[in-house]
């Protein structure tokens, strides 16, 4: 058995990859603006990319809020990714204290007003953090004891 990879000629990215009979890599058609390789080691898009027909490790990824730009060839933050999550975290946090904020709620006046500031906090996380590039650089607001 023989490994294989299939990847976009314009940039390098890896498609798909497996081992197969060199009989049947060599029979073949990979579709328009790709190519096959053959190959030696191990190779997924997480991984590898092609230049000139080579196999490149990549670098290691910085964090789960990266993509590769096969223009550039280095890893960049997802941004629009980690806004995503953080809303995700954050509408999360605000479902949980919506009972807080109905008029039946029986807790106080100041402490309801203070649930109410930290709802607020909660909703301006996406304007704070609008340029983050890893969810772990968020401060979320404590919610009021």
């Known amino acids: ?3 294989y990879i299939v990847y976009e000629i314009s940039s390098g990215r890896i498609i798909y990859w497996g081992e197969s ?19 030696s080691e191990t190779a997924t ?5 092609v230049l ?4 490149v490790a990549k670098p290691p990824k910085p964090t789960e809020h990266h993509k590769f730009n096969y223009d550039t060839k280095e890893w960049e933050a997802d941004k629009v990714r980690c806004l995503t999550l953080l809303r995700r975290e954050r509408d999360g946090l605000l479902f949980r204290c919506d009972w807080t904020q109905v008029a039946d709620c029986k807790l106080s006046d100041s402490k309801i007003a203070e649930w109410a500031s930290y709802r607020q906090e909660l909703r301006d ?8 590039e890893s ?11």
């Open 1 to 3: 058995m023989i490994k």
């Open 52 to 55: 000139d027909k080579g196999l």
């Open 125 to 132: 996380l996406p304007e704070k953090y609008n340029n983050i």
């Open 45 to 49: 898009p997480d991984t590898h990319y």
């Open 135 to 145: 969810l772990s650089e968020v401060i979320f607001p404590n919610p009021p004891a």
């Open 21 to 39: 009979t060199l009989s049947s890599v060599e029979a073949m058609n990979a579709d328009e603006g790709q190519e096959v390789l053959i190959i």
